[in-house]
Nanobody, 117 residues
Framework: QVQLVESGGGLVQAGGSLRLSCAAS????????MGWYRQAPGKQRELVAS???????NYADSVKGRFTISRDSAKNMVYLQMNSLKPEDTAVYYC???????????WGQGTQVTVSS
C-alpha cells in the first residue's frame, strides 16, 4: 500500500505563487510515475503535471510555463511550484502515484488552492 500526504495549499492573489508538497510512503516498488491532478467545482479531475520514474515531465497546456513539477527521490517527495497563478487555477489539488505491473493508482487527500482576482 501507498500513502500520500499533500501540503502547501492556501489563498493567494492572482500573480502570486505557491509550492505544493507531497510525501509518499509505503510500498513504492516498480514506481511508474508521480503527478498532480486538480478538480474545480463542477468539473472533472484533470492532470496538471506528471513526472515518470526516469525524470521526464509532462504538463497540461493551461499550466505550461507557469508550473514546475520536481521530485526528491531520496525523500520520496514530489513538488509542484506554481507561479503566475490565475483565478482559473482555483481547485483542489491531488497528489498521485502509479505503481506496479498493474499500474495501480494511489491518491492523496487533496489540498485546496484558491486564487483571488
Amino acid at each position: 500500500q501507498v500513502q500520500l500526504v499533500e501540503s502547501g495549499g492556501g489563498l493567494v492573489q492572482a500573480g502570486g505563487s505557491l509550492r505544493l508538497s507531497c510525501a509518499a510512503s509505503g510500498t513504492l516498488f516498480r514506481l511508474k510515475a508521480m503527478g498532480w491532478y486538480r478538480q474545480a467545482p463542477g468539473k472533472q479531475r484533470e492532470l496538471v503535471a506528471s513526472i515518470v520514474s526516469g525524470g521526464d515531465t509532462n504538463y497540461a497546456d493551461s499550466v505550461k510555463g507557469r508550473f514546475t513539477i520536481s521530485r526528491d527521490s531520496a525523500k520520496n517527495m514530489v513538488y509542484l511550484q506554481m507561479n503566475s497563478l490565475k483565478p482559473e487555477d482555483t481547485a483542489v489539488y491531488y497528489c498521485n502515484v502509479i505503481v506496479g505491473v498493474a499500474y495501480s493508482y494511489y491518491w492523496g487527500q487533496g489540498t485546496q488552492v484558491t486564487v483571488s482576482s
